[in-house]
């Protein structure tokens, strides 16, 4: 623990050793777990996972219908799930409603679809605002202009569901693979604070 | 509790820094941190309630000055040494070692054990669900009002929406209710609800037009209207 702050990088790198080397010698933890379980969520899981499961939606209405009745359910289905995933909600943006995903008491956020959180979804500027001004903060800080006529629905992951925010299908995307769509999807489209590309980009 | 952590509606912390092509982890302390965390937590030496109350017990000023991965740090560091898992003198002085010779290495171990029942937990997850008996009090549709209440220790009742008018959204199921794990006084699995609050409601003459905000709260969090 810090007596004094801001730590330096070198301090907290320094700690960050000296726990793992505690932890490896007693042993209570192997560093190839460690780094194989933290590793998977700079390889196989992030943001291309959810792509892939909205843009199954968008090309298969039976399992949209599932994914907004049980994401969990439907996402098994595509093999994806786990930890801080345990129960998914999906939420759907219409042409009437824009969804948008936060958590302000610490950053709560779907890890098996999603993978690991952004900065600025953990730091306390966007968990403070967005639950008050989400308008003002999508068009402010992401450039996204949400019509003054479309409703905004904020989630607050305040407890163990996590939300995914399933995005509007671009126009002009008729007749596109899954895979084509997928590359469409955005990680901040499925947090709510963008939409996907369109097929122009 | 009534800390720094519980940010909604807060002003004046500024604008959002969003970080162009922002890798997973930046720099391998991070990654060590995370990995940490998955471990020990992974193993049962503490849980997430208790992971996430020694985050909140940090200094406001702290808090508010340390990145994230150091709140994981401060969290991880204090569970450790509660439990006796680690002592405190001997972290401070193998910290200071590392501060000697940044460059020496953590000593490597292989556990394939671990390594497997982790990889399982990252893939099928740790759910907090559980079966209760009774019914749930609410029904969706039901007005609500959050308590008007400011425990000392850990809740996820944030402080924006309480004694608020609500309607329930959704039924979810029992979760382990996080007050009670977070202190040993054990799991007291309690229904989930969403409760839907207008904007006026939260945040009265200041509330933007057409909004609602959505937060998962615990039937203890709520008395009927």
Redesign the interface.
Known sequence: ??DS???S??????????????????????????????????SD??PMVGAKVVARAWSDPGFKEQLLEDASAACARLDV???????M?AVENSEQVHNVVVC????CYPW?VL??P???Y????????T???????LK???GLDVD??????????????RYLVLPERPEGTEGMSEEELASLVTRDSMIGVGKPRTPEG | MNGV???????G???????GN?P??H???E??????M???M??G?YNLDEF?HG?EVMSP??Y???????HW??T???N?IEKG??D?D??DA??????KD?A?P???????E??ES??R?????????REVSAKPQFEVGDRVRTRNVHPRGHT???Q?VRDKQGVVE?V??A?VLPDANAHGEGENPQY?Y?VRFEAEE??GD?A???????????ESYLEPL
């Not at chain 1, 003054?148 to 569901?161: G, K, L, M, N, T």
């Open positions: 623990m810090s702050y801001p730590a990088e070198a301090e907290i790198s320094a700690r960050a050793k000296a726990l793992e080397s505690l932890l490896v010698e007693k042993g209570l933890i192997g560093t190839d777990a460690i780094d194989k379980a933290a590793g998977a969520y700079e899981i992030g799930g786990g930890m801080q995933g345990e129960h909600v302000t008491l610490c950053s098996p993978g690991l952004p900065n600025w953990k730091y306390p500027q966007y968990r403070s605002r639950v008050m001004e989400p308008r003002k903060v402010e800080e992401f003054e006529s479309v409703d905004i629905r904020v989630w607050d992951s305040s407890a163990e569901i | 952590h519980d940010l909604g509606g807060m002003q912390l500024g604008g959002v820094d969003v970080e922002e997973v982890f720099n391998p302390w990654k060590a941190i995370f990995g940490t998955l471990a020990t992974g193993q030496m996430r985050i000023a702290h508010l000055t340390s990145s994230y991965y150091e740090l401060e991880i560091e204090k450790l898992i680690i405190r001997e972290l193998r910290t200071q070692e590392f501060l940044p020496a953590v000593p490597q171990r292989e556990d394939p671990l390594a982790l990889s937990l990252v893939r099928s997850g740790a759910s907090t669900r996820r009742l944030p924006y959704r979810y199921d979760f989930v969403s939260v945040w200041s933007e037009p057409r909004e609602v905000v959505y937060v998962d709260l615990w």
